[in-house]
């Protein structure tokens, strides 16, 4: 996908009418569509829509979840319980249905394509990350070296981000490396619907 200018044996967007619904061959190596544009071709660029939003979405999701996971986690109390109860307001929506409707709504304010599709993924995505954060941090903010941080005098903000964060990174990457392909998923339902890129 990143060396698609390169790898690219035809333009993807170019229609050859000659051409229509070839089957694979040497020169179309998986065929051509209704208006003769070359799959493979078109594959290779589609990929770099695809990733690009995965990527995207999935750092936006990041520092949502981390930062309502971290406040949450780290708070407890009333914070905990206002975030968690979002949570499950927003989890009890059909995960598509609240897709389609937010890029039918964010259509009429942005125009129709990539952008929409990141903003409603993003909206729609970070309920799992904040789970994960949270949880990771209400078994870690317990450890003896949290409470060693604590009575030396460090703020909160510092041992959030130099004891917690980084020893709840592993779950997460994990976590973010998986949502990746759900993202792209997504999108290409989004786009088999007519709302996509």
Known sequence: ??????????NPYKA???ETFQA???KHILGT?????DFFSRMLYAGRYSLLIGFVVQAITLVIGMFLGGWAGWKGGPTDFVIMRLLDVMGSFPTLLFQLVLVSVLSNFVRQGAATVILS???TGWMGITWLVRSQLLSLRERDFVMASH?????DWHIVRHHLIPNALGPIIVSISFGIPGIIGAEAGLSFLGLGI
Request: hydrophobic content about 60%; proline content about 7%.
């Open 1 to 10: 996908a990143v060396f698609a200018d390169v790898l690219a044996p035809f």
């Open 16 to 18: 050859v009418f000659q």
């Open 24 to 26: 694979p061959s040497a």
């Open 33 to 37: 569509d209704n208006i003769g544009r």
């Open 121 to 123: 993924l993003s909206l």
């Open 151 to 155: 009575a030396l005098g460090a703020t």
